[in-house]
């Protein structure tokens, strides 16, 4: 049977293809600094060329930023795009790596050995472990077991400003039956994952004025309205006890969890305490009756990303100030309207203002939450395939955070994506000493390749 | 009678009056700037030989700053002992100011004719005030009507460092039956006020921390505490709904006003409606149920002068910080005990903290109230005084700052304070273009002629 060729030649390989992916992370292609800007399009040009010694017809797309790298190959069976991202995180602050961030080394650590280095993990690691899978199935058998192109992105590091006008314009070529996106990370160290939700975001800052100017707290003090005192009134108010939001509406299209998925989390081997024991705290802050994966997954929520007014130097200052700022966000799950939820925010925000203050807003991004329509068999497809690789049982699992790639994909290409990706917990994507395990990289190169082959089925 | 006489001659000798206090406006007698020692060693000068002209023995007292001057004139009857500071602000913002601010000149505006200049309110225009009713008495009898001693600080405007060692050193000197301070206004522009209630202040900076570091919200939102609703929450629930603070104890020591006081506030020209208006508020914040004046001189408070955390840079950031801050003071009345109020608020921040986050304090400075015993026959006689002068009934008023001078009188010499000033609220001490009336130094003087006259029946 050819996927046992193909992982028996996986594990053949393992050194070389280890040395592969050292000598694309070598390339310091940092995107938000144009200093690095030559540097990105070597990454492209060398997974252009790799991907055509493979077999694929690659080629270089320029866009206003950073190149994009689209690669079809030939095959039947279900058409799968695969998304990744050659670009990586600035390395600041330098003095806290350990070893050079561009001279990637193996390194061995009391849980196993991991590859040290920028973008190890994110996501030059991650998108190898997809054109490794394709290798060993073309060095084995000579073609892929199912028909596949692939989008590499330069910018996703620093916003990704040209992704949405380059799917726009190329929305026929890159029309496939579905999405395969390495990013993201194994809920556990041995579950593999499938990301199917993430949630939304809207963000808004909100300024009070009071009075017209800062006062001093002897002369006015008790008579004059302090906007710091308004503002902590109304934002204390955007919760109840119980935790739930107290926006009007604020839960409209929010769903529940569907018995399936909510069976598979039971059984994760997961535990608030422990994820919350990390970060040194212990009491799960969020709605009540809800467990902790769906207090970060599956439900919404409101926090204060920052707040300021006032005296805020050394020692004291009498003052009453005239504004107090915050900044608050919200993650949106379900079909939540982003919209509402701001305009209900706003309303909150007027109806706890004294007659004789003022309010206003500065709008930032609003994005509704993403959930993938896990019925396409795809889905089931792989994660049996994933199953079989990791010997645990594969699960569909939420994200907290916001990946706009897939609702792209779902509003633009108008497929659905799988999130698969075989990262860690402790990666330290996005900060100094960023690491991928060896594990992650081999069994991640072995799960693609038995989901192409089940792809194909 | 000798006060007509006298009042005559102040009449007379007004422009020689402003020459005089032109000639020390001119010294740049700013104490905070040791660049400016010496002219705050010319200014003692100046009133040194200004006093020994006017039959005072006045004498030069150094200290670890800028020097005191104490001086002592003969005389029977209460013996009034005078408290003014030579010293004066900084200049900055000097752009803003329409004339150098060490150049005094009179100006004519809508509102009558001012002395422009630094200090020309705050405090040497006031404190010359006395010394010209000296002067007055002095030429035309010979002699003062009562027993005056006075005491010139040079540090008032960078924290009176050397004051309270030096009224300790020289308690026995500085005894006397009442106190004049000279460093005041007037709560409405034509009734003459006597300061009597000083509120006092505990300042307090907290601290809240959360999780060990900044969080993603993506990650974290909802299960994680975020220490910023933490603090929000707490702050909200120092004040119920009608106004009141709800600290454990706060109002023990806080007196009713007494009837005569409230009274006399009642008929004063004086409306929260103006008050709020000069800077656009309208709707009174305090107390549900007290008086405007009340709610800024005779009743305690409590307000959040800064609070800080997260994000508060431009744009949006999905942080859920570590930390969050705020600095809070509260005004006490009565006999409050300031360090009962520190304990009962960090008592309050405790109650409300989930059991993973700690909370740490900074102590700011904590003084009581100060409140005068206004049964000494001296009060009535100056009210009395006053009232002839501006022929509108005198008041006893509050102050909703600290003026700690007041405090020290009491507690270090044994005496009551009468804080009888005539500036007015218009006259921008501590900023650029720092006026003062020419009427309050003209009718400032003749008021402390007639006091002093009042304070020897």
Same mark, same amino acid.
């Given at each position: ?11 053949? @390989?393992?050194?070389?293809? $280890?040395?592969?992916?050292? =000598?694309?992370? !070598?390339?310091?292609?940092?995107? #938000?600094? /144009? ?86 993990? @994110?996501?030059?690691?991650? $998108?190898?472990?997809?054109? =490794?899978?394709? !290798?060993?199935?073309?060095?084995? #058998?000579? /073609? ?314």
């Amino acid at each position: 049977m050819s996927l046992d060729q193909v992982l028996a030649h996986i594990d053949a @390989d393992q050194d070389a293809a $280890l040395d592969r992916l050292m =000598e694309l992370l !070598r390339i310091q292609s940092i995107s #938000t600094d /144009s200093a690095y800007a030559q540097h990105c399009d070597a990454a492209a040009d060398w997974l252009i060329a790799d991907l055509n010694s493979l077999g694929f017809d690659a080629s270089k797309r320029e866009t206003p930023g950073h190149p994009m790298v689209v690669a079809h190959a030939q095959g039947t069976g279900t058409h799968a795009l695969f998304y990744g991202h050659y670009d990586v995180q600035p390395i600041d602050p330098i003095e806290l790596w350990d070893n050079p961030p561009f001279e990637p080394a193996v390194e061995t650590t009391p849980n196993g050995k991991v590859i040290r280095g920028r973008g190890s993990s @994110d996501d030059k690691g991650q $998108l190898m472990t997809f054109l =490794e899978a394709c !290798r060993a199935w073309k060095t084995v #058998t000579g /073609s892929l077991p199912t028909k596949v192109s692939i989008l590499f992105e330069g910018e996703e590091e620093s916003g990704s400003p040209s992704l949405i006008p380059f799917m726009e314009a190329n929305k026929d070529e890159l029309k496939s039956d579905i999405t395969l996106i390495c990013d993201t990370g194994m809920v556990t160290p041995t579950t593999p994952s499938i990301v199917t939700m993430l949630r939304g975001l809207v963000g808004q800052q909100v300024t009070i004025t009071g009075p017209s100017k800062d006062l001093h707290s002897g002369m006015f003090g008790g008579l004059a309205r302090n906007p710091i005192r308004v503002l902590n009134a109304a934002l204390a108010a955007l919760h109840d006890d119980t935790g739930a939001v107290t926006l009007n509406g604020f839960y409209d299209g929010v769903p529940e969890l569907p018995e399936q998925v909510a069976k598979q989390w039971e059984n994760l081997d997961w535990s608030a305490d422990s994820f919350l024991g990390d970060v040194n705290l212990s009491v799960p802050a969020g709605e009540q009756g809800r467990s902790g994966l769906e207090q970060i997954w599956s439900r919404p929520t409101c926090d204060v990303n920052g707040i300021w007014g006032g005296y805020t130097g050394e020692g004291s200052k009498t003052v009453i100030p005239s504004q107090a700022h915050a900044k608050i966000s919200f993650r949106l799950v379900g079909t939540q309207d982003p919209q509402k939820i701001r305009e209900a925010f706003q309303q909150h925000i007027r109806d706890h203002l004294p007659a004789d203050c003022t309010a206003e807003f500065v709008d930032y991004g609003a994005g509704p939450a993403s959930s993938m329509e896990i019925d396409h068999p795809a889905f089931e497809a792989a994660r049996g395939a994933l199953s079989d690789e990791w010997e645990t049982e594969g699960v569909y699992v939420g994200c907290g955070g916001s990946i706009p790639i897939a609702g792209h994909f779902q509003n633009i290409i108008g497929t659905q994506s799988m999130l698969i990706g075989f990262g860690q917990d402790d990666d330290q994507i996005h900060s100094p000493n960023e690491k991928y395990d060896l594990t992650s990289f081999h069994k991640g190169i072995r799960s693609w390749a038995r989901i192409l082959d089940a792809l194909a089925d």
